[in-house]
């Protein structure tokens, strides 16, 4: 299973926001899209997902083209996993992991038995079975991501999208969140994330896209995309990459800060 | 989730049932308080002989009775051109509201059972307190309103009549009240030219023949009256306007419903382009007013007629500067007549007395104190009397 | 906070208890009439009509029923005036309380209320133009329910039109169109005589249910049941929807096709019980918060509870309106005088209110 994006364009009005956006998303794979805010991460996801039709260029799941399928069977193949928010009703967690299910039960009718043992056993592989019955907006926010995590999972769509997983979270939730992205990876799924944090991109990915203005900058496995040259053109500032643990783990430093020591 | 499905379909049934049992039950109950005040089975034609015979061939039709010659009921076709069977003796009977209140009650006080809106607090003084305290059922509004029909029922009319103008679907409203309810709801058309009509029409039903017209004749000799002095008065008719509101710039103009009385006693100045139909009628200036340079001015009992006198603007007027203005008598309602009711008939004796003195010279003591006798079944004492006209 | 397993439990008690109350409702009146006779003619009345469908197939079911011991004033009271407008309390409360749990849902909004299309406004007006124009109780019903669709029909075209963000050019295009036709009841009150026909705008726009009859409950109960049922049935889909359009879609949900069928449906039960009970506010509102304190947020269970309690209010309100005094009390001055200072109770709230 993969995803195909080719020569994807977008505008709201005059302003071209995706100005020709090619990259592939392999199964099995974490797929980070890197990049500071407002270069259009937000736009390319709203495209994935299908929120957004209007878009020159391709987008195809496994060979087939997105454009044209219904929200529903497009659920079936892609699902979104939100930063975590405040809905404006408050639900059980189990409920929301429910939600998930929406896209296997007719319209008319209401998530059965098989759906709700789907939604425990989500609950249970993310850990935060014991949060059943609390209220969603009651729980953190690194947990309320988790439970977002298992909504995604009982979805079925072999394609996760998550946006910036781990902003807003503290780092140890931090951590657990990219732990879980790296067991779901393992698993076979086809996992992309947008995240600006280049050492987190270089720490967990097996493949980054740096965008630029609405352009891919560079595409490659982390250790050639997290470089000194392509982080100081990526934000605009002079920038050292320092390489620790046999180039496992990349750092990155102000030069200033650097050069004082 | 699946026992509500059910039960929607359920309610379908029985709301379908219901209307089924409903439209197989309508045709019979027509007239029933007749036979709650009497005895309720013998006067029916015998049940065995009605069981078997209607049954196979038209069963949701309430059986065919054979109904013998009552003597006791009348039929009855109003100003809806509704025939309705009544009970060929009234004695008992409701209002629709204010309007059929105060025309019904000047013809047959005895016979309500309820009002349908409180007396105004100022006819205490005047109405027998028997009538003063009768229930107060509620107004209707078209076929719904306040009127509550279980106390409807429980007061026990054998009709409730709403007098008035004619509505375009007052019938439809009227017969489905009478279906509801069992009790005939009879319309009568009545406005100032034909309110001494509507009483023959009143009488006639209430067997009060005698009674209505007298009423009838007063309202049709002050009518008459009226335009006999106005033509004595010929080329002189005086040039009016009619004031009120708290400034008195509210100003009830020629063509408006309630400028009737004015037209008839006098030549109404306030000509505007769009005449108000309502009772607090349009807004004007005191430019207007000049403008209009009226002879004469009547102004509302509780508007600034009594301060005119003092006020230098109002002094620009010359029909204030020379005096000629009054303030319009009240008691126990508006005499200029708001609602239009029978209260219109003293106010057009006391405009043109007021108007014309010498034209009109009967002495207006004595004609309003007939009025009062006649429609509101009291004696106007020469106190009450100032006190109203003042 | 949330307590899934009890919301069947509760609905099964609300329906219990909507049932009780209907019975009680049916035994108070201000004509005195003990059960017997009332039960009597209740049951005469449904097995003659059950006959009537049977007899073409079951002649001998023609002659059904129950030879009167009560006489024709008892069976008025309760054949003709208690027990239709028991039914349309009912209804009414019903489709007004859902409707309002359905518009805050795909609003998105927990102070969304039946009005906020301006499907009422719409109402409001057609009645008076009815009444204006001297319609019967009929016309002015048909003519409020069709300005109330078209009012929202308007507002939805414009919001198509105007584009921007769908939810919120929607909700203010619903003001605008109906602070027009609010603008067009202030004229034809203006210009409608004050001796008969304002009166009775004013008081069809203080919302009663005095008069309701057979043949109103069978015109009303039609589109009812038609925006009820999809809206019972749509509830799943609806919770979705309460997360936003965009994590609706992402799930599956085409949520502006499914807010366009739950508008349409709460649109239409709004509608009809507007038209045939005048301005009846709060309901919509209160109740719905009510059932969510109740059953929770989940429309699996709060769009039943909404419906049950919301007839269940609405009857208890309609009791006190026709039994408390000698004549009706208006019932859209009742709800008022109960959901402002609710609602007002709910806004100074602290904490997880919503």
Same mark, same amino acid.
């Given at each position: 299973m993969s995803i195909e994006v080719r020569d994807l364009r977008f505008g709201y009005g005059p302003s071209e926001v995706l100005r020709g956006v090619s990259f592939t998303a392999e199964s099995g794979e974490l797929t980070s899209i890197l990049g500071p805010n407002g270069v259009g991460k937000s736009t390319l996801f709203r495209c994935l997902l299908g929120l957004l039709r209007g878009y020159g260029g391709s987008i195809t799941v496994n060979g087939a083209d997105t454009r044209r399928q219904s929200a529903r069977s497009l659920a079936r193949q892609v699902a979104y996993i939100p930063q975590s928010h405040y809905p404006s009703f408050n639900y059980s967690v189990f409920n929301m992991v429910l939600m998930g299910t929406t896209s296997q039960v007719s319209l008319l009718s209401s998530p059965g038995p098989k759906q709700r043992s789907a939604a425990e056993e989500a609950l249970e592989q993310v850990g935060v +079975?014991? +949060?059943?019955?609390?209220?969603?907006?009651?729980?953190s926010g690194g947990e309320r991501q988790l439970v977002l995590i298992a909504r995604a999972l009982v979805q079925n769509a072999p394609v996760l999208i998550l946006d910036e997983p781990t902003a807003n979270l503290d780092y140890g939730n931090q951590v657990r969140v990219m732990e879980e992205m790296r067991k779901l990876t393992a698993a076979g799924y086809t996992v992309i994330q947008s995240t600006h944090n280049p050492e987190q991109a270089f720490l967990f990915s097996h493949k980054v896209v740096a965008m630029k203005e609405g352009r891919v900058l560079a595409e490659g496995a982390p250790s050639q995309v997290v470089t000194e040259e392509l982080m100081a053109s990526l934000y605009g500032a002079d920038i050292r990459v320092c390489s620790l643990f046999d180039d496992r783990v990349r750092v990155c430093i102000p030069r200033s800060v650097a050069e004082n020591e | 989730m699946k026992t509500k499905r059910i039960l929607a379909f359920l309610l379908v049934l029985g709301v379908l049932a219901c209307l089924a049992g409903c439209a197989g039950g309508t045709k019979t109950t027509p007239a029933p308080t007749e036979e709650a005040a009497s005895t309720p089975a013998p006067t029916e034609a015998p049940a065995p002989t009605e069981e078997p015979a209607p049954a196979p061939e038209e069963p949701t039709e309430p059986p065919a009775e054979p109904q013998p010659e009552k003597p006791d009921t009348v039929e009855f076709t109003d100003d809806t051109g509704r025939t309705l069977t009544l009970p060929r003796v009234i004695t008992k009977i409701a209002v629709s509201g204010p309007l059929s209140q105060i025309v019904v009650f000047a013809l047959a006080p005895e016979m309500l059972v309820a009002v349908s809106n409180e007396w105004d607090p100022g006819a205490e003084e005047y109405f027998d307190p028997a009538y003063f305290h009768l229930p107060v059922l509620g107004q209707l509004?078209?076929?719904?309103?306040?009127?509550?029909l279980e106390e409807l029922l429980a007061a026990g009319p054998q009709l409730v009549l709403d007098v008035g103008e004619a509505k375009a679907g007052a019938a439809e409203d009227l017969d489905a009240l009478t279906q509801q309810t069992g009790i005939p709801f009879i319309h009568i058309d009545a406005n100032t030219e034909s309110t001494g009509e509507a009483y023959r029409k009143l009488g006639s039903l209430l067997g009060l023949e005698d009674r209505a017209e007298v009423l009838a004749d007063y309202c049709e000799e002050t009518y008459a009256r009226a335009q006999q002095i106005m033509e004595q008065v010929g080329s002189g008719r005086r040039k009016l306007l009619y004031l009120l509101g708290d400034k008195g710039l509210n100003v009830i103009a020629r063509g408006s419903y309630h400028g009737e009385i004015l037209e008839l006693v006098g030549e109404n100045a306030a000509v505007v382009d769009n005449p108000s139909s309502k009772g607090t009628g349009n807004e004007t200036d005191l430019e207007q007013l000049l403008l209009w340079d009226p002879e004469f001015i009547i102004f509302s009992y509780d508007s600034v007629g009594a301060e005119v006198a003092d006020d230098p603007l109002w002094q620009q007027l010359t029909a204030i500067r020379e005096g000629n203005y009054a303030i319009a008598p009240f008691g126990p309602y508006n005499w200029m007549g708001f609602p239009p009711s029978v209260q219109r008939y003293p106010g057009i004796l006391w405009l043109l007395q007021t108007l014309y003195p010498e034209q009109a010279d009967y002495d207006l003591y004595s004609e309003v104190n007939r009025f009062f006798e006649l429609f509101y079944h009291c004696t106007l004492t020469p106190e009450q009397y100032e006190k109203i006209v003042g | 906070m949330e307590k899934p397993r009890r919301g069947g439990l509760t609905l099964c008690v609300m329906g219990v208890l909507l049932i009780v109350l209907i019975f009680v409702s049916f035994l108070l009146g201000r004509y005195p009439v003990s059960p017997g006779p009332l039960l009597g003619v209740c049951l005469h009345k449904l097995l003659r009509g059950l006959g009537g469908l049977l007899a073409p197939v079951f002649p001998a079911a023609g002659s059904w029923g129950i030879t009167p011991f009560w006489d024709g004033n008892m069976e008025a009271v309760a054949w003709n005036i208690r027990l239709p407008r028991i039914l349309l309390s009912c209804l009414v409360g019903c489709c007004l309380s859902t409707a309002g749990a359905s518009y805050q849902g795909v609003f998105q909004n927990p102070m969304a209320s039946p009005d906020l299309l301006g499907a009422t406004n719409g109402a409001a007006f057609g009645a008076a133009l009815a009444i204006l124009l001297g319609g019967n109780s009929r016309i002015i019903t048909l003519s409020a329910f069709c300005f109330s669709i078209l009012t929202v029909a308007a507002a939805f075209l414009i919001s198509r039109v105007a584009g921007g963000k769908r939810v919120l050019t929607l909700v203010l295009a619903g003001i605008m169109v109906g602070s027009l036709f609010s603008a067009g009841t202030s004229f034809i009150k203006l210009v409608a005589d004050p001796s008969n026909q304002l009166p009775e705008i004013t008081y069809w726009l203080m919302g009663s249910l005095s008069g309701a009859r057979w043949n109103e409950v069978g015109l009303a109960v039609i589109p009812m049941l038609i925006g009820l049922l999809p809206l019972l049935l749509l509830r799943w889909r609806v919770n979705v929807l309460t997360l936003g359009d965009d994590e609706a879609r992402t799930m599956g949900v085409n949520a502006g096709r499914v807010r366009l069928l739950v508008i349409l449906c709460a649109t239409l039960i709004t509608a009809a019980s507007v038209a045939v009970s005048g301005m009846i506010g709060w309901v919509g509102l209160v109740i719905p918060h009510l059932s969510r304190k109740l059953v929770g947020n989940d429309y699996r269970y709060l769009m039943p509870a909404s419906m049950l309690f919301g007839a269940a209010f609405l009857l208890a309100v309609d009791d006190v309106s026709r039994n408390l005094m000698a004549l009706e009390i208006p019932i859209g001055i009742l709800t008022a005088f109960v959901g402002a200072p609710f609602f007002i109770w709910l806004i100074t709230r602290k904490g997880d209110a919503f």
């Open positions: +079975l014991h +949060l059943k019955d609390k209220g969603y907006t009651h729980i | 509004y078209g076929g719904k309103g306040e009127l509550n | -």
